[in-house]
């Protein structure tokens, strides 16, 4: 196996008393989709704020293609090949399909904000942006949607633009927290088809409630209690390991 | 919800066309007028310069400053000390010295409000611009309470501004550059990721923006372009003292963006010629029986404001826009 694009080392976040993460490892392997599962509260969130830079780390280093990217903070680690998406839906709302998609298209040929030619060129005509806004927009199936505003789109297309605007970025490693929550079923059918289409070409983080989705989807998974790994392993030796079974899974077939 | 419909980034056809008619209205004016009204005209123009200015940060970016008036006044005072006591400052040094001194004490100052956020945002901004008007206030060094007198207004290479009607078509020329600069800035990838940050601050950042550049890069420009309708007002009044930094003259600023429309640009001009219209008018209101309304000129002034709040939010300009356009 190549390396890893993203590597945990022992990451741990403390909230005064409470250790929210306790010296988790893990690492994200190009075209692999690794799940991230466990009960509510189990650190999982917070996790992924570690990984993205959102939150610092107490203790622990974060690799990034083989660099060293502990403490960076997340609009770097953006620019670096990492995109996220967030649980509760975190898009604009107030501009259009196209206009949140050319916003993060433009992410990646930005000019210094005091580079006087930031100031006089006009943002919508740039080829190159258009060009990743509209491969986005094709990935995501949004080609319908695209002058529509944010704000009125239902709840599942909405978190099919957030998807879209990570992609937009053009990012190597995907972390995607709870896609499919508070999804119907048509719209979790189309959200796991481009989850499937976007295993290819990325090293994706999944964290998700919906076990359907996660077994049929994942490479490897790590189940989290607690802020710690209990197991982690292909979908096959975690449905058949005695701990996540007591821990974890028990609890749905008890 | 603020939308961008709701900023009406894109000038709606009326709004453009009394914008045209307005341009006209500008250029023949001095010819139809008496010098009074051409003074008048020329003030209102550097407030609009000024409110404009700040637009850039409370429309577009979202950072309401109620201390916007210390760059306004600092370029003023550079102004009068850069005056010698017998001629003219010549205005290539003046203006561009004036403007960086605002950009350099708007880039110090910024570097340390931007990274707050709504409520300590505008209180911070407003602390050190308090800071500013003391610091001149108290110095008789700096000019103490009673200000400083330019004896000669600025001049040199092609332009006297001792001459009315030269300093009121340079303050029309520099007003429509600054219009046509920050419209153009408003559509290129800075103003997007401006309009970005005042839309979703935390999203922008997690899309690779380095908000806190953006922002102070933001409150840099708006300082300097304060800082040229400070140039201008010193220019015209031959006059600085410390209230031109004070808390009423950025209050007054967030008053004639907000009448005028924000986010915009157009808004915030339209704004500061509404603002000093309807302030003349108020100021010149008869007197009913014992009642002196004029002298009350701010009660009726609050209440338009509160007024245009509540049936306008989008400002004056959103009355000037076609309501059958937005259902197309």
Same mark, same amino acid.
């Given at each position: 196996?190549?390396?890893?694009?993203?590597?945990?080392?022992?990451?741990?976040?403390?909230?005064?008393?409470?250790?929210?993460?306790?010296?988790?490892?893990?690492?994200?392997?190009?075209?692999?989709?690794?799940?991230?599962?466990?009960?509510?509260?189990?650190?999982? @969130?917070?996790?992924?704020?570690?990984?993205?830079?959102?939150?610092?780390? @107490?203790?622990?280093?974060?690799?990034?293609?083989?660099?060293?990217?502990?403490?960076?903070?997340?609009?770097?680690?953006?620019?670096?090949?990492?995109?996220?998406?967030?649980?509760?839906?975190?898009?604009?709302?107030?501009?259009?399909?196209?206009?949140?998609?050319?916003?993060?298209?433009?992410?990646?040929? =930005?000019?210094?904000?005091?580079?006087?030619?930031?100031?006089?060129?006009?943002?919508?005509?740039?080829?190159?942006?258009?060009?990743?806004?509209?491969?986005?927009?094709?990935?995501?199936?949004?080609?319908?949607?695209?002058?529509?505003?944010?704000?009125?789109?239902?709840?599942?297309?909405?978190?099919?633009?957030?998807?879209?605007?990570?992609?937009?970025?053009?990012?190597?490693?995907?972390?995607?927290?709870?896609?499919?929550?508070?999804?119907?079923? =048509?719209?979790?059918?189309?959200?796991?088809?481009?989850?499937?289409?976007?295993?290819?070409?990325?090293?994706?983080?999944?964290?998700?409630?919906?076990?359907?989705?996660?077994?049929?989807?994942?490479?490897?998974?790590?189940?989290?209690?607690?802020?710690?790994?209990?197991?982690?392993?292909?979908?096959?030796?975690?449905? @058949?390991?005695?701990?996540?079974?007591?821990?974890?899974?028990?609890?749905?077939? =008890? | 919800?603020?939308?961008?419909?709701?900023?009406?980034?894109?000038?709606?056809?009326?709004?453009?066309?009394?914008?045209? !008619?307005?341009?006209?209205?500008? #250029?023949?004016?001095?010819?139809?007028?008496?010098?009074?009204?051409?003074?008048?005209?020329?003030?209102?123009?550097?407030?609009?310069?000024?409110?404009?200015?700040?637009?850039?940060?409370?429309?577009?970016?979202? #950072? !309401?400053?109620?201390?916007?008036?210390?760059?306004?006044?600092?370029?003023?005072?550079?102004?009068?000390?850069?005056?010698?006591?017998?001629?003219?400052?010549?205005?290539?040094?003046?203006?561009?010295?004036?403007?960086?001194?605002?950009?350099?004490?708007?880039? !110090?100052?910024?570097?340390?409000?931007?990274?707050?956020?709504?409520?300590?945002?505008?209180?911070?901004?407003?602390?050190?611009?308090? $800071?500013?008007?003391?610091?001149?206030?108290?110095?008789?060094?700096?000019?103490?309470?009673?200000?400083?007198?330019?004896?000669?207004?600025?001049?040199?290479?092609?332009?006297?501004?001792?001459?009315?009607?030269?300093?009121?078509?340079?303050?029309?020329?520099?007003? #429509?550059?600054?219009?046509?600069?920050?419209?153009?800035?408003?559509?290129?990838?800075?103003?997007?990721?401006?309009?970005?940050?005042?839309?979703?601050?935390?999203?922008?950042?997690?899309?690779?923006?380095?908000?806190?550049?953006?922002?102070?890069?933001?409150?840099?420009?708006?300082?300097?372009?304060?800082?040229?309708?400070?140039?201008?007002?010193?220019?015209?009044?031959?006059?600085?003292?410390?209230?031109?930094?004070?808390?009423? $003259?950025?209050?007054?600023?967030?008053?004639?963006?907000?009448?005028?429309? $924000?986010?915009?640009?157009?808004?915030?001009?339209?704004?500061?010629?509404?603002?000093?219209?309807?302030?003349?008018?108020?100021?010149?209101?008869?007197?009913?029986?014992?009642?002196?309304?004029?002298?009350?000129?701010?009660?009726? $002034?609050?209440?338009?404001?509160?007024?245009?709040?509540? !049936?306008?939010?989008?400002?004056?300009?959103?009355?000037?826009?076609?309501?059958?356009?937005?259902?197309?």
């Amino acid at each position: 196996m190549s390396e890893a694009l993203l590597q945990a080392k022992g990451l741990s976040k403390r909230y005064g008393g409470l250790l929210a993460v306790n010296d988790v490892s893990l690492s994200l392997y190009k075209d692999q989709l690794h799940a991230v599962i466990g009960p509510n509260g189990a650190g999982k @969130t917070t996790l992924t704020h570690l990984l993205s830079g959102d939150v610092p780390a @107490t203790h622990g280093e974060l690799w990034l293609k083989g660099q060293n990217v502990s403490g960076w903070p997340h609009h770097r680690l953006s620019l670096h090949g990492l995109g996220r998406s967030y649980q509760k839906t975190n898009v604009f709302l107030a501009l259009s399909v196209w206009d949140n998609l050319m916003l993060a298209a433009q992410s990646r040929s =930005a000019r210094a904000p005091y580079n006087p030619l930031s100031w006089l060129s006009d943002a919508s005509t740039d080829k190159a942006v258009r060009d990743r806004a509209e491969r986005a927009l094709q990935l995501a199936g949004l080609a319908q949607e695209q002058q529509i505003i944010a704000a009125n789109l239902s709840h599942g297309v909405q978190r099919q633009l957030e998807i879209a605007m990570v992609l937009a970025t053009e990012p190597q490693v995907l972390l995607l927290d709870e896609p499919l929550a508070g999804m119907g079923a =048509a719209e979790t059918e189309a959200m796991v088809a481009l989850l499937h289409k976007l295993k290819k070409n990325h090293a994706m983080l999944l964290v998700e409630h919906d076990m359907d989705a996660v077994f049929a989807l994942a490479d490897v998974l790590t189940v989290m209690v607690n802020g710690t790994v209990i197991a982690s392993g292909t979908p096959q030796q975690i449905r @058949t390991d005695s701990k996540v079974q007591a821990a974890y899974l028990g609890e749905e077939t =008890a | 919800m603020s939308t961008p419909q709701a900023h009406l980034e894109t000038l709606p056809r009326s709004v453009q066309v009394f914008l045209f !008619v307005g341009l006209i209205a500008l #250029l023949a004016f001095p010819f139809a007028q008496q010098d009074f009204y051409t003074q008048t005209v020329t003030r209102m123009m550097i407030l609009a310069i000024f409110a404009m200015s700040l637009d850039l940060l409370q429309g577009i970016t979202g #950072l !309401v400053s109620l201390g916007h008036a210390a760059y306004f006044g600092l370029a003023g005072y550079v102004v009068a000390y850069l005056s010698p006591q017998d001629a003219g400052a010549n205005w290539l040094i003046a203006l561009p010295l004036a403007m960086l001194a605002s950009a350099l004490a708007a880039l !110090v100052i910024g570097f340390f409000v931007v990274r707050t956020h709504g409520i300590y945002f505008i209180m911070v901004t407003m602390a050190f611009s308090q $800071m500013m008007y003391f610091l001149f206030f108290d110095n008789k060094a700096l000019g103490g309470s009673d200000g400083v007198y330019i004896n000669v207004r600025p001049g040199g290479l092609g332009l006297d501004l001792e001459n009315k009607w030269m300093l009121y078509y340079f303050t029309l020329a520099c007003m #429509l550059i600054t219009y046509a600069f920050l419209r153009r800035l408003l559509w290129s990838p800075f103003g997007r990721t401006l309009n970005g940050i005042r839309l979703n601050e935390h999203r922008t950042r997690a899309l690779g923006y380095a908000s806190f550049s953006y922002k102070l890069t933001a409150f840099t420009l708006a300082g300097a372009l304060a800082g040229l309708a400070g140039f201008l007002w010193a220019a015209q009044t031959g006059y600085v003292n410390p209230d031109l930094m004070g808390f009423h $003259m950025s209050a007054h600023a967030i008053m004639m963006v907000i009448l005028g429309g $924000m986010g915009n640009v157009a808004g915030a001009l339209i704004g500061a010629f509404g603002f000093e219209i309807f302030l003349d008018v108020f100021k010149d209101l008869p007197k009913i029986g014992n009642f002196d309304t004029a002298k009350h000129w701010q009660l009726w $002034m609050g209440s338009l404001i509160v007024l245009v709040v509540i !049936v306008a939010p989008q400002g004056l300009m959103g009355l000037l826009r076609n309501k059958k356009a937005d259902h197309e």
